[in-house]
T-cell receptor, first 115, second 115 residues
Framework: DQQVKQNSPSLSVQEGRISILNCDYT??????FLWYKKYPAEGPTFLIS?????DKNEDGRFTVFLNKSAKHLSLHIVPSQPGDSAVYFC??????????????FGRGTQLTVWP | DSGVTQTPKHLITATGQRVTLRCSPR?????VYWYQQSLDQGLQFLIQ???????AKGNILERFSAQQFPDLHSELNLSSLELGDSALYFC??????????????FGAGTRLSVL
């Protein structure tokens, strides 16, 4: 049962343009969401997170938007750079306390940024 | 470098065999998580330990077991291996990122090939 879904396996964007990666979830208990980036032969690297009490979080070129009513979040990268080419995973957690619980991951979206 | 160390990086073995994957969390992190990533799949949670005690369990097969030792390193034992166990196995530990977010830091993974 896939509780976090990334329906686009791949996305191709020109350098300098905006990349928008989407993620949907089904479990209304999720209250914390994270995006990870993964290069080949490396582990996932944390990018940005958002708590369910917010609808937007920004960090440099990366912005995450959360729409709780639609159970949807998106990651915007602007401007996109060739070094952003990687697999992006959306992840969610429920009942976050002082220790982060298990993460539920989507299947990932391969972003390719071409010059 | 996430600070999470996994060994070995690659493991090739035969069906029916048993292997042990090792993980050293970031210094000071008490929680260790194990995830499995099969081909074109997202990361699937296996098990979490906190300060030596099992904290949460996911879809971990009975042939798999894990433990966390007093020095906080963890081992994932996979026995009676089958072809379908071929996957990337990631270990993570949880901590606070620079921006104050509670996140999981991932190791580079162990690629297991069962022939």
């Amino acid at each position: 049962d896939q509780q976090v879904k990334q329906n686009s396996p791949s996305l191709s964007v020109q350098e300098g343009r905006i990349s928008i990666l989407n993620c949907d979830y089904t479990n209304s208990m999720f209250d914390y969401f994270l995006w990870y980036k993964k290069y080949p032969a490396e582990g996932p690297t944390f990018l940005i997170s958002i708590s369910s009490i917010k609808d937007k979080n920004e960090d440099g070129r990366f912005t995450v938007f959360l729409n709780k009513s639609a159970k949807h979040l998106s990651l915007h990268i602007v401007p996109s750079q060739p070094g952003d080419s990687a697999v992006y995973f959306c992840a969610a957690s429920a009942g976050r306390g002082s220790t982060l619980g298990r993460l539920y991951f989507g299947r990932g979206t391969q972003l390719t940024v071409w010059p | 470098d996430s600070g999470v160390t996994q060994t070995p990086k690659h493991l090739i073995t035969a069906t029916g065999q048993r292997v042990t994957l090792r993980c050293s969390p970031r210094s000071g992190d008490l929680s260790v998580y194990w995830y499995q990533q099969s081909l074109d799949q997202g990361l699937q949670f296996l098990i979490q330990y906190y300060n030596g005690e099992e904290r949460a369990k996911g879809n971990i097969l009975e042939r798999f077991s894990a433990q966390q030792f007093p020095d906080l390193h963890s081992e994932l034992n996979l026995s009676s291996l089958e072809l379908g166990d071929s996957a990337l196995y990631f270990c993570a530990s949880s901590g606070v990122a620079g921006g104050g977010q509670n996140i999981q830091y991932f190791g580079a993974g162990t690629r297991l090939s069962v022939l």
